[in-house]
């Protein structure tokens, strides 16, 4: 069993920033990868960002990349989401997932065995 925890969100300008963070616990948190994905209202749940278990392989969806960066730090059983030049249309709540791999850093949701309950962000304009 994971239990995650997201943290983070909130309202914040276009062309601002924002970090997200998610807490794991169970599981050594070092053994598995780890992903964000982001749902907006309306819209089926998407690919945003993911890390294999050691950090070394890193994944991003094209309209996330320069923008977004994840990382990981496995002492504090956290992963992160910087989030930079944000737009309107990332507006959506945003989950963390894992996915009990060692090696992935996957970009198929159905890759991920647990979630976080999500965090809102919002980008005005």
């Known amino acids: 069993q994971v239990q995650l925890v997201e943290s983070g969100g909130g309202l914040v300008q276009a062309g601002g920033s924002l970090r997200l963070s998610c807490a794991a616990s169970g599981r050594t948190f070092s053994s598995y990868g780890m992903g964000w994905f982001r749902q907006a209202p309306g819209k089926e749940r998407e690919f945003v960002a993911a890390i294999s278990a050691r950090g070394g392989t890193t994944k991003y969806a094209d309209s996330m990349k320069g923008r977004f960066t994840i990382s990981r730090d496995n002492a504090k059983n956290t992963v992160y989401l910087q989030m930079n030049s944000l737009k309107p249309e990332d507006t959506a709540v945003y989950y963390c997932?894992?996915?009990?791999?060692?090696?992935?850093?996957?970009?198929?949701?159905?890759?991920?065995?647990?979630w976080g309950q999500g965090t809102q962000v919002t980008v005005s304009s």
């Open positions: 997932a894992a996915d009990l791999n060692f090696f992935r850093a996957s970009e198929r949701i159905t890759t991920y065995e647990y």
